[in-house]
């Protein structure tokens, strides 16, 4: 895994929130439910700041690959049928009609998000999409530090109420995300993974 720094973001979503506390030079909180203010912030804010970050690339690592069950209910108009998306989505990145083992670019369908479903014309479809995650050790450690900086700056009004100092860690966030988008480019040749071509998706 390539690393950034030589700061060890591991083990727990609170160590991350304590690296961005630690940033505006908060107190460290113990657990996420302990119940005092900044514990309350960091759990405001925490999702935000995962889904904000994971949102901006297709980071392979945060990659599942799943086949959606057909609903039973189809739409009123304009689309044949609906599937439930995965409660952990959050940005799909490719949608294939049908059920090959190694579907080509030219499986790619037309499709429509709405309400928790996604719409498409054919029966069977199996999608590609960026996953919430629920271990920060399946983060490499360029995206915690992403997380946790963009997590600094989303709690930075609300606990220091200094402009200047948000303006400076809003940069220091967007250069954190920019350098994890460097280091997955480089760990990940090819998306299509042919041949000797690779990249590396987390397995459940």
Known sequence: ?????????????????NRALGRL??????????GTQN??????FLPEAIEHILGQWDFK???RRVRLALNAERPLFGWSYQFTLPMDLIRIIEVYGGSSTMPEQSELIPFQVENGMILANTRTIQIIYIAR?????????SVRKAISTH???LLSTPLTSNQQLTALIAAE???????????DA???????????????????
Request: proline share 5%; aromatic share 10%; hydrophobic share 30%.
């Open 151 to 153: 997590l600094a700056y």
């Open 61 to 63: 690592f945060a990659r």
């Open 39 to 44: 514990a309350e912030f960091c759990n405001r």
């Open 186 to 204: 480089q760990m990940n040749y090819d998306p299509n993974a042919y041949g000797e071509d690779f990249h590396v998706e987390n397995r459940r």
């Open 1 to 17: 895994m390539l690393q950034t720094d030589s700061v060890n973001y591991t083990a727990s979503w609170t160590q991350i929130c």
């Open 173 to 183: 966030s967007q250069a954190a995300i920019e350098q994890a988008k460097v280091d």
């Open 133 to 141: 995650p629920d271990d920060p050790n399946q983060l490499p450690q």
């Open 25 to 34: 030079g908060s107190e460290a909180i113990t657990h996420l439910s302990e």
